[in-house]
């Protein structure tokens, strides 16, 4: 396959950046789309050029490091599937392909493809984890959880923070991010003792950090790559709500 | 968003209820619009029942745009730069026109209050005789006026589509079989308000009514 690539290269976090056009021949439908770029990356080194940034890890699809905007669709035309386990054959000998980082205020753009995603920890240590003191994993019936609440939460816990729902959102909302940290605990028992500070906390960090509100357009499920549902940002509406009504005396809500 | 939005949507269904009082003709309709006036009389001032409501939608109407546009502006500035290539966005089309749908709603209650209420702009405009300002407004010779009407309430029915389901999420539905179910129910809803709506103008406007 022969493909045309416009990126989006930026030298560091003050430059302005552009759309760079650069050309890729004899690519392989097999190669995953990191691998394809990996290729670009090695003639541009050889022709003494500075190869494109881009963010990377496992590339097993679960360490939510990959993100990139491919022809305007964050992680590419595949559903459910990170940009690392993207395959070229998703695309077709002489396709233009557009690259672009997450755009976000909150997600500033490092170098070319690489965002600074701080602003995801810090709505985590607003209250994203549990206080009481675990120690090693207990019998697992000693605490009964229903399994409707077990499933739910550990559909949530499935987020792996690559913020492709900031990147999708036409309002730049970073709420399924928070909704599934928030909701992961939250069903569960060990999340109770700080479930209403905890909803409080997380989305003011969410607003401070620069995210848009959301307005439940669903954009973000959509491209999603491990389908976190839309119902999560129902869920933490329902503990924002009783939180700030029911729960008003609770200490640091 | 979502409380103010409860609000008007009650209004909604208020007003079309009222609205279809006008098969039963036009003594029973001009009958019913002076109803509104005296009700609560003698608790209450002649008119006074309407004032209290006028004022009510005035502020939900008031709140309902400064939230939207707070996320607007919000909205705007989380993305300050733009992406150069963009999908259309996947979500309903009735999500993607909700500001837009909004202007074009708030245009038309401008026009409609003028029209219906003050009678500034309605051929007949006689406040006594609310029957005879619809019939005259929807004749068939003030086609440009139907026509109007129907894009209002065309665009109405796309504001509560979404409006409605997101409403509800808002206020913390929750379940996936809930969330089938609030969609179904803002759909049906969104297309009986139209049609309760539009019956009115286009039955003027064919004569059944006259």
């Known amino acids: ?253 | 968003m979502a409380v103010t939005g409860v609000l008007l949507v009650l209004f909604l269904i208020a007003h079309m209820l009222g609205n279809l009082k006008i098969f039963s003709g036009a003594t029973s309709f001009d009958h019913y619009a002076h109803w509104l006036r005296e009700l609560g009389v003698p608790l209450l001032p002649s008119a006074g029942f309407l004032w209290l409501q006028r004022v009510g939608l005035l502020t939900a109407v008031i709140l309902h745009i400064w939230a939207a546009t707070v996320l607007a502006l919000r909205a705007r500035a989380a993305r300050p730069v733009r992406y150069a290539h963009r999908k259309k966005v996947r979500g309903s089309y009735a999500a993607r026109t909700m500001r837009w749908g909004g202007v074009i709603i708030l245009l038309f209650v401008v026009y409609h209050i003028l029209d219906l209420t003050t009678g500034t702009l309605n051929p007949v405009g006689d406040p006594s005789r609310p029957f005879a300002n619809v019939v005259a407004d929807f004749a068939p010779e003030r086609w440009y006026v139907t026509l109007f009407y129907t894009v209002a309430v065309v665009a109405l029915g796309f504001h509560l589509r979404h409006g409605v389901f997101s409403a509800l999420r808002s206020l913390g539905q929750q379940t996936p079989r809930g969330e089938q179910r609030v969609r179904v129910v803002a759909l049906v809803f969104a297309v009986v308000l139209c049609a309760g709506y539009l019956v009115v103008p286009f039955a003027v406007l064919t004569g059944l009514v006259s």
């Open chain 1, 1 to 253: 396959m022969n493909l045309t690539l416009r990126i989006w290269r930026q030298s560091g976090p003050q430059d302005k950046g552009r759309m760079v056009k650069y050309q890729v021949d004899d690519v392989s439908p097999d190669m995953s789309f990191l691998e394809m770029l990996d290729v670009l990356n090695e003639r541009l080194i050889l022709a003494g050029e500075e190869p494109v940034a881009f963010d990377h890890d496992c590339r097993e699809g679960i360490c939510g490091m990959c993100g990139l905007m491919i022809n305007g669709e964050a992680h590419g035309p595949q559903r459910g599937t990170t940009a690392c386990q993207l395959h070229m054959r998703q695309f077709k000998d002489g396709d233009t392909i557009d690259i672009e980082p997450w755009r976000a205020r909150a997600f500033p753009v490092i170098k070319d493809l690489v965002v600074n995603r701080n602003a995801f920890d810090k709505i985590i240590a607003a209250g994203g984890y549990v206080t009481a003191p675990t120690g090693s994993a207990p019998e697992a019936h000693s605490v009964p959880v229903a399994k409707a609440d077990a499933d739910s939460a550990f559909e949530s816990a499935a987020c792996i923070g690559c913020g492709a729902c900031v990147a999708a959102c036409p309002n730049g909302s970073g709420m399924l991010f928070t909704a599934a940290k928030v909701t992961q605990l939250s069903l569960l028992p060990q999340g109770q003792p700080e479930r209403y500070t905890r909803v409080i906390g997380m989305v003011d960090a969410h607003d401070e950090a620069g995210f848009g509100g959301c307005t439940n357009a669903g954009e973000c499920t959509a491209v999603c790559p491990k389908g976190i549902p839309l119902t999560t940002i129902g869920r933490l509406n329902r503990d924002y709500l009783a939180a700030t009504t029911r729960h008003a005396d609770t200490p640091g809500a």
